[in-house]
Nanobody, 127 residues
Framework: QVQLVESGGGLVQAGGSLRLSCAAS????????MGWFRQAPGKEREFVST????????DYADSVKGRFTISRDNAKNMVYLQMDSLKPEDTAVYYC????????????????????WGQGTQVTVSS
């Protein structure tokens, strides 16, 4: 069982930056692939970024590639999403998610792949 708690959301002007954090409970955090997803009002939850359990592999949605950076600290049970050059279309509730994996090179892209979710943190980018 893993519990996830996101933080770091807020209101920022276009072009600004935010750093989201996700704190995970449990002693086997390093066995979980982690992901960030977002959901805007009236839209489906969409993939933002994923990182393998070792941190050696990561990937991004095309819409955020080059602007967002995912990272993790397995010693602290933390995963981060650094968001730079924010745009109004990045406005959404951002969710952290975890999936147990036996293979540390795995990454996952679909919400249905993930077993555990945080409660979400609101990010609002004003124009």
């Amino acid at each position: 069982q893993v519990q996830l708690v996101e933080s770091g959301g807020g209101l920022v002007q276009a072009g600004g930056s935010l750093r989201l954090s996700c704190a995970a409970s449990g002693r086997t955090f390093r066995s979980y692939v982690m992901g960030w997803f977002r959901q805007a009002p009236g839209k489906e939850r969409e993939f933002v970024s994923t990182i393998s359990c070792s941190g050696g592999r990561s990937d991004y949605a095309d819409s955020v590639k080059g602007r967002f950076t995912i990272s993790r600290d397995n010693a602290k049970n933390m995963v981060y999403l650094q968001m730079d050059s924010l745009k109004p279309e990045d406005t959404a509730v951002y969710y952290c998610a975890a999936k147990f994996s036996l293979y540390c090179s795995d990454t996952y892209y679909l919400p249905a792949n993930y077993e555990y979710w945080g409660q979400g943190t609101q990010v609002t980018v004003s124009s």
